[in-house]
């Protein structure tokens, strides 16, 4: 039966909950901003997204929620994260709003003051273990600085969310705080059709890769990936995305010549990424167990793979290849290297019984690791959170 939520204030008159989300990625394709206030909203909030404004796509209206978009005159490093948190601190001041949800530790600061000015709650929702990022690595200033942000923070935050229990565990052994664990998993996603390989230009004969993400970034096998299909002329790669290292895979290709055999898509809608990860015959998960954060990630995309119905190949990273060897739905990589990953390639193409096995098996695991079963803790978190902070019911017809 459906779940339907009322809120009620100290009068008799219901009003709708006014939340208010921030993150500094583009809000067009931010998965998990996008799925949790989708939650919110069947349970009767009204949702507002403040981010930046990156591109063509923010003038399409794709987001179904009201938005504020900054224009930035700089957009990375350390001039853009100033500016950002100054233009959202005064943002939220002069906003209506309930409750505030800072997505990832580079909007937490502003949220977290102006909480405290208006004496409204506020959620914390850690992506990731932010300060494990590779990009931090032999930046001690930086990472110094995001460190200090963090620790004023953190200890006197009541609501906090992550995405795996061992980032939840690390954040408990450091502040004394367990986050409450929802996970990145996708929708389920039958309904979708693939992209056939005709309207893709690729030979039926091909085997087709995958690898997405709005973060390809260092040290997530880009590099490798590329080279790889240099080694074995029948396959073709989809790289559906963007990211820091997407303009030197780029000149990769051109170096190698690989034009006619690999595609940039940039950054999808999700329906749409996902009608062509279902005209992949594999996915790429390439992070390299460089830094914490990787060691402990659950990528969107190793989901998206999932729930389009492919196998995955995998570096080691403790997480992906649990889940890899509890429903064998992929292949795991002892390293990332060109070699490696055309290995993986060829015993997949090689082999029709054994692909469409661990096709079958992500099907099978997609059933299980689905966002609508994941979006129900969601449902618990908020609805104890509108209880102890405004009093809400819960009412099941």
């Not at 008799?12 to 208010?20: C, N």
């Amino acid at each position: 039966m459906p779940l339907i939520l009322y809120f009620y204030t100290m009068t008799p008159a219901r009003k709708r909950i006014k939340v208010v989300f921030s993150v500094t990625n583009c809000i067009c394709f931010d998965q998990r901003v996008l799925k949790m206030a989708g939650v919110l909203e069947k349970m009767g909030a009204d949702i507002t997204i403040i981010g930046r404004k990156r591109g063509s796509c923010c003038n399409k209206n794709i987001v179904p929620y009201k938005t504020v978009r900054f224009r930035m005159l700089f957009n990375k490093g350390f001039l853009f994260y100033k500016f950002f948190n100054i233009r959202l601190f005064f943002r939220l001041l002069i906003t209506r709003c309930d409750l505030l949800v800072a997505n990832d530790l580079d909007t937490l600061l502003p949220n977290f003051l102006v909480s405290k000015i208006k004496k409204i709650p506020l959620v914390y929702d850690s992506h990731e273990y932010f300060t494990g990022l590779p990009e931090l690595k032999g930046r001690n200033f930086v990472k110094a600085v995001w460190k200090n942000i963090e620790s004023l923070c953190f200890p006197h935050l009541k609501y906090v969310i992550t995405v795996s229990e061992p980032i939840a565990e690390i954040y408990n052994n450091e502040y004394g705080i367990k986050p409450a664990v929802i996970k990145n998993f996708s929708p389920l996603s039958f309904e979708i059709k693939a992209i056939s390989k005709k309207e893709l230009g690729i030979p039926e004969n091909y085997f087709v890769v995958i690898i997405q993400g709005s973060g390809i970034n260092i040290d997530k096998g880009g590099e490798e990936l590329i080279d790889s299909v240099a080694l074995k002329e029948d396959v073709f790669l989809i790289v559906a995305g963007s990211g820091d290292v997407v303009p030197v895979m780029k000149k990769k290709v051109i170096e190698l010549n690989l034009g006619n055999r690999v595609i940039f898509t940039g950054t999808l809608p999700w329906k749409e990424l996902i009608s062509y990860t279902k005209a992949a015959d594999a996915g790429m998960v390439l992070e390299k167990d460089t830094n914490l954060n990787y060691h402990f990630s659950l990528p969107n995309k190793f989901f998206d793979y999932i729930t389009a119905g492919i196998p995955v190949i995998s570096s080691n990273l403790p997480l992906v290849s649990d889940i890899i060897i509890r429903y064998n739905c992929g292949i795991i990589l002892p390293e990332v290297t060109p070699e490696e990953i055309n290995e993986a390639v060829r015993m997949l193409s090689g082999n029709r019984i054994l692909h469409k096995q661990l096709k079958n098996n992500s099907v099978i695991a997609s059933r299980e690791l689905n966002w609508e079963k994941e979006s129900e803790k969601v449902k618990i978190f908020y609805s104890e959170l509108f209880d102890n902070e405004f009093g809400c019911k819960n009412v099941i017809n």
